[in-house]
């Protein structure tokens, strides 16, 4: 298995402090919702399948000693811990997503006893964490298809076990791929300003056994000009309905550049990263983060403050163009994509009616 990032245990939810990573492989143990949200929000948890995860049990541990003894109070209590872990980070849509589903659920089983109606928060939770995981094994598996034995990929960010419930999304693929015998080799982009490539997919993969090579985010079209790379695999936060996907900063620039050595650009998600109730990527909320992420590295400061200002965008637009395909758990989807990611969602309603 490739890494045990999130999980439920012993009536807590499990993480592996990401921020600590690789110098120290820590489990922290979150018993209630305020300290989900911190971990949310600084990056302890992170990468949005796993976010989706994080606030399902978020939510739950937020309503598990609610007092309410009616439905509607009950629900009062809920709607208010939703909103809250709301406000912990605005661009993957997973965490959004997993909320409403969450109330989805409350108010599907409404008629119970208050206890059943938080146990069967908990055993949805639960849900979540299996189909991501299901998820993670099935994109995996539509991605491996797309790379021949020996072949050389560049991914941005992480998008690994660590951001997910096991297997990630882009990462998934190299995993599956390895698993049936592929010897496959991964370039990581370092991942300016928190490192999530240097530390974050550099480690899972060496702990997995995968050959993997960091290199400078500035580094990447040269490699591509000496045709070191064969495919990009990254994943994303949130794909609109155009294709148009936000994913972690600078992975637009390793599209164009990708666009420009006729490199295939593939984006691996699950559909729970899709947000189709929006157009284009111009309508996806990006984060701003602290300036200290970029000014300083474990508190100690690395370039001037005095006088220089910072801008610290977590994220990235990059628009549908420059994408080759979408590897889901539904399978791959090729332009037009207005069209095709339309059709299956449309599918997807009719099969649940
Ligand atoms: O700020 P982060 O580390 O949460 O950003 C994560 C990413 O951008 C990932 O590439 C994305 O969430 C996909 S993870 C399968």
Same mark, same amino acid.
């Given at each position: ?12 939810? /499990?993480?592996?402090?990401?921020? &600590? ?5 820590? $489990? ?9 949200? %911190?971990?949310?929000?600084?990056? /302890? ?7 989706? *995860? =994080? ?5 739950? &541990?937020? *309503? ?20 809250? &872990? ?5 661009? =993957? ?21 208050? =206890?059943? !109606? ?5 055993? %949805? ?61 991964? $370039?990581?982009?370092?991942? /300016?300003?928190? &490192?999530?490539?240097? /530390? ?5 993969? @060496? ?7 960091? !290199? ?46 006729? !490199?295939?650009? $593939?984006?691996?998600?699950?559909? @729970? ?9 111009? %309508? *996806? ?7 200290? %992420? ?8 690395? !370039? ?17 163009? $420059? ?9 791959? *989807? ?20």
């Amino acid at each position: 298995m490739p890494v045990d990032s999130i999980c439920w245990k012993a009536g807590a939810c /499990r993480i592996i402090d990401q921020t &600590l990573l690789p110098e120290k492989l820590r $489990y922290l143990k979150l018993t209630n919702i305020r300290d989900m949200w %911190e971990a949310i929000r600084h990056l /302890r948890v992170r990468g949005a399948p796993a976010l989706g *995860i =994080a606030a399902a049990y978020g939510l739950y &541990l937020g *309503i598990r000693d609610s007092k309410s003894s009616t439905f509607s109070s009950f629900m009062k209590d809920l709607n208010q811990a939703a909103d809250y &872990l709301k406000t912990s980070r605005p661009t =993957a849509i997973n965490l959004f997503w997993a909320l409403e589903r969450m109330k989805q659920k409350a108010e599907d089983v409404s008629h119970l006893p208050i =206890a059943s !109606i938080k146990q069967s928060l908990l055993d %949805e939770a639960h849900r979540i964490w299996k189909e991501d995981y299901e998820a993670g094994v099935a994109m995996g598996d539509a991605g491996a298809a797309l790379i021949p034995d020996g072949a050389s990929i560049l991914t941005h960010c992480n998008a690994g076990g660590l951001a997910s419930a096991s297997y990630g999304s882009a990462l998934a693929v190299v995993y599956r791929a390895a698993e049936s015998g592929k010897k496959i080799k991964v $370039y990581a982009d370092e991942t /300016r300003p928190l &490192l999530q490539g240097a /530390r974050l997919t550099a480690w899972e993969l @060496s702990m997995n056994k995968i050959p993997v090579t960091v !290199i400078c985010d500035n580094m990447a079209g040269y490699l591509m000009s000496l045709k070191k790379i064969d495919a990009v695999f990254v994943g994303a936060d949130r794909i609109t309905a155009s294709g148009d996907f936000a994913n972690k900063i600078g992975t637009y620039s390793v599209a164009v550049l990708a666009h420009a050595h006729r !490199i295939p650009f $593939y984006v691996v998600a699950p559909l @729970s990263s899709f947000d189709i109730s929006i157009k284009t990527g111009g %309508e *996806i909320p990006i984060e701003e983060r602290p300036h200290e %992420e970029i000014q300083c590295w474990r508190g100690r400061q690395i !370039i001037p403050t005095a006088g220089v200002d910072v801008f610290n965008p977590a994220f990235d637009v990059t628009p549908h163009g $420059y994408v080759t395909a979408f590897v889901t758990e539904k399978g791959v *989807i090729n332009p037009p994509y207005h069209r095709t990611i339309n059709r299956l969602f449309r599918s997807l309603h009719d099969v649940k009616k």
